[in-house]
């Protein structure tokens, strides 16, 4: 009897130190990790979780000062920890509670995530799981030379989480390779490869993207108030409470088509329409919750962004919706307006102007924002262009020129006002640089209107640093177009190579 209560003590006893040991472990995200890059020269968030009450001891390589906090009531802990300048020198950061972590081989230098939907997921080199993931058209060039090791990579693995942010992420920081380069964000890659060359610093490019989703996916749900968002609350909601019925009608649908082309192979009965259903990574502040939330607040220099294709037929909303997402962003992490750099969609033969043009009106009205032109870079059947070093490299030309004092030009003419003389219609634009000019014998893509509001093709002319455009239809303009369509060719530059973008100058509903 004695034996067996002295046995049964003693597990009791080792249960109640292991229960002990596990609850005792400091634990921190996994964007906290070996290999990782920290913004140089500002606080950087470092954090976790422990026991409430806990004591948490931070010290790092690169300073004597040892910094202290307390785990609160629900166990979570942060401290900001001042970064030196740039260096290369590999630096170590323990954390120590009651139990000890000690991470290694970390970088200071420049952090900027790079996120979207596909096209900026789009990877550097093919992945065979996904159809429209088939590389970049300079893949062998790109990845010949892809050894960096004061480049690095961090990318969250997609996880949705529809209900409320989630704490953590899965993903871990890489040392850039061939083999990793291959995976990465392409347009992650060559930014950050331009980054880095240019200024010789380190640099870490966390990616956070999931193709085909909203720009409303990835914004946070407080953050989206108003009777459009509570529309789209509602029409989410329909959808979902409908998919079972949407279902069942495709199924019967689809036997019923089945059997007539068994029996006639000829038949003119068109195939049913495909159900109805709302993809869980299209729910309004998921992405947010799953993608976003877990990283915060790791310190950033800045955001890089490309997306809007989901938001096609959504897009005379598109301005008020991203500028929603920049600012939530801002406000989250606490940076004040950080720089947000994004792609302008590409020319596309289902994708609306309406789109480009809030996404250009975007980056006139919201501060610290910047836009890659791509109008030169698009696939007129392909909604993912191959050609990924436009669009890093000129969102890379922002950055060099904004935040690392580079003298690069960054921006191709926008339009600025327009003047009409006779039957001419003189137009006037900003990020002329050197001067504009023709990429071919004249300029493409210009029309123009009247009164009547009918367009028709115009002569576009390069006088100095204006354009003069006219139609033999038209002989007192009212309005002109540039590029104003879902595909199209067009060739108005400045003479630093930099495209216009695409552009009007009325505000009509046609």
Not at 56 to 75: C, N
Request: charged share 25%; proline share 5%; hydrophobic share 35%.
């Amino acid at each position: 009897m004695k034996t067996h209560c002295y046995s049964l003590l003693m597990a009791v006893a080792l249960w109640s130190v292991a229960c002990m040991s596990v609850q005792a472990d400091v634990k921190l995200p996994a964007i906290i990790s070996d290999n990782m890059v920290l913004q140089q020269r500002t606080d950087v968030k470092i954090w976790g979780k422990a026991d409430p009450g806990e004591n948490i001891i931070v010290t790092t390589s690169w300073s004597r000062k040892v910094r202290k906090t307390t785990a609160d009531t629900e166990g979570r802990w942060e401290l900001a920890i001042p970064t030196p300048k740039s260096t290369s020198e590999p630096q170590t950061l323990t954390v120590r509670g009651r139990n000890t972590i000690e991470i290694g081989n970390i970088l200071i230098g420049e952090v900027w995530i790079c996120s979207g939907q596909s096209n900026m997921e789009f990877p550097v080199d093919v992945d065979k799981s996904s159809r429209w993931k088939t590389a970049m058209t300079t893949v062998k060039e790109e990845l010949q030379n892809a050894d960096y090791p004061a480049m690095r990579f961090f990318r969250v693995e997609h996880q949705l989480a529809p209900d409320a942010p989630l704490d953590d992420c899965v993903g871990r920081w890489e040392l850039c390779t061939p083999a990793t380069a291959a995976k990465f964000s392409a347009v992650g890659f060559v930014f950050g490869r331009k980054i880095h060359n240019e200024t010789a610093m380190p640099v870490g490019m966390i990616q956070s993207t999931w193709g085909g989703t909203h720009a409303e996916s990835w914004t946070k749900r407080e953050a989206m108030q108003g009777k459009y968002y509570d529309d789209l609350h509602a029409e989410q909601r329909r959808i979902k409470a409908e998919e079972p019925a949407e279902k069942a009608r495709y199924d019967r649908e689809k036997q019923a088509y089945d059997e007539a082309k068994r029996i006639n192979p000829d038949t003119t009965l068109k195939a049913p329409r495909k159900a109805k259903k709302l993809n869980d990574n299209l729910r309004m502040a998921t992405l947010w919750n799953g993608m976003i939330a877990p990283i915060l607040p790791y310190t950033i220099q800045g955001v890089i962004w490309y997306q809007g294709e989901s938001n096609n037929s959504r897009s005379a909303h598109y301005q008020s919706v991203f500028t929603n997402l920049i600012e939530s962003w801002r406000t989250e992490w606490g940076q004040g307006d950080f720089p947000f750099y994004f792609v302008q969609i590409a020319p596309y033969y289902k994708q609306l102007p309406l789109l480009r043009e809030g996404q250009l009106r975007t980056m006139q009205t919201v501060k610290n924002c910047g836009m890659a032109v791509i109008t030169d870079a698009g696939d007129s059947t392909d909604i993912h262009p191959r050609n990924k070093v436009i669009p890093g490299e000129r969102l890379a030309a922002w950055a060099l020129a904004h935040e690392y004092d580079k003298d690069v030009p960054f921006m191709g003419p926008v339009y600025k006002k327009m003047k009409v003389e006779g039957d001419k219609a003189v137009l006037t634009f900003d990020y002329v640089g050197g001067g504009l000019e023709s990429k071919g014998a004249s300029l493409k893509g210009f029309v123009i209107a009247g009164n009547d509001g009918l367009f028709y093709p115009a002569t576009a002319v390069i006088e100095g640093d204006k354009v003069e455009v006219s139609a033999p239809e038209v002989s007192a303009p009212v309005a002109v177009r540039y590029g104003w369509d879902k595909f199209f060719r067009v060739n108005l530059y400045n003479k630093e190579g930099f495209p216009a973008t695409p552009f009007r100058t009325d505000d009509w509903d046609k």
